[in-house]
């Protein structure tokens, strides 16, 4: 669907892009994720047509493109029916109110359609919004922070309703964003996107457990990095290397044949995360029970297969 080799953005002397490589299949959802400021909106923005590259090597878009905007963009002044309509402003009247009816149905949104956009919900809101985007027809669908305003609760329910949609119209999508929950929920592929280079490019759960480097795991959370000497004749050492010094809260669970200190503790909720000193280093895990401060507790390892 979009093939990108090598594109490169500089305003003024600052490159923004240092040379991007970038593909999406056909019906895939990919995910861009990086820090405030590190070019993920430049680069959706020129995928858009809306900002220039300053150079690249090779651009093929094989479709039309749509973009699905932050906050979603809608007229609160007009009804659902009117914010629809206003994509398709050039077509004759029949085939805008042909084209309308399709797009309620096919989006649910029927009984909507003489409601303004304070009057409905988050949800309907953002099925007005993804059909206002496609209503011209789209092969690829570029979402800008779909749901940095939303709460928490909200967030969880229209990711997954977005996600549905994305997949019953049979089209691309690339999401912008800087919440990695927004990207293992609704993701094929995450790009992480770090100063300007895609550090690493892989499905959420090779990323999760197989981060490709520590600058690509600093990037993700609920990772171990550990950056001290080990000695691998220690057996959690040589497992800890064995793992490129990179490795998961979860791959730790209580109970085992390693102790270690309780250094610090932080209540989260559902789950504590701990500090835990191990000879000369310290590293993390999740439990769903607290500990004493200072507390001797037994580890193991967990290997699993991807």
Known sequence: MLEIRNLKKNFGNIAVLKGIDLDIKKGEIVSILGESGGGKSTLLRIIAGLEKASSYDKYQCKGKIAM?????????????????????????KEEKLAKLDELVRTFEISSLKEKKIDEISG????????????????????????????????????????????????????????????????????????????????????????????????????????????????????????????????????????EAKLVEKEFLGAYYRLKLAYKHICFFMLVSSSYALGERISFDIITREL
């Open 123 to 258: 949800g309907q809101a953002q099925r007005v919004a993804f059909a206002r985007a496609v209503a011209r027809g789209c092969d690829l669908l570029l979402l800008d922070e779909p749901f940095s305003n939303l709460d928490q609760n909200l967030k969880n329910d229209l990711r997954n309703e977005l996600k549905k949609l994305i997949r019953q119209q049979g089209i691309s999508a690339i999401m912008v964003t800087h919440d990695i929950e927004d990207a293992y929920n609704i993701s094929d592929t995450i790009a992480l996107l770090h100063e300007g280079n895609i550090v690493d490019y892989n499905d959420p759960k090779k990323l999760f457990f197989s981060p490709k480097n520590k600058k690509s795991a600093s990037l993700l959370p609920n990772l171990n990095i550990i950056e001290e000497e080990l000695d691998c004749d220690d057996e959690f050492f040589a497992w800890i290397v064995s793992k490129n010094c990179i490795f998961s809260y979860t791959d730790i669970k209580l109970g085992g044949s390693f």
């Open 68 to 92: 699905m905007f932050q906050s979603y963009a809608l007229f609160p002044h007009l009804n659902v029916a009117e914010n629809i309509l206003f994509a398709l402003y050039d077509l004759k």
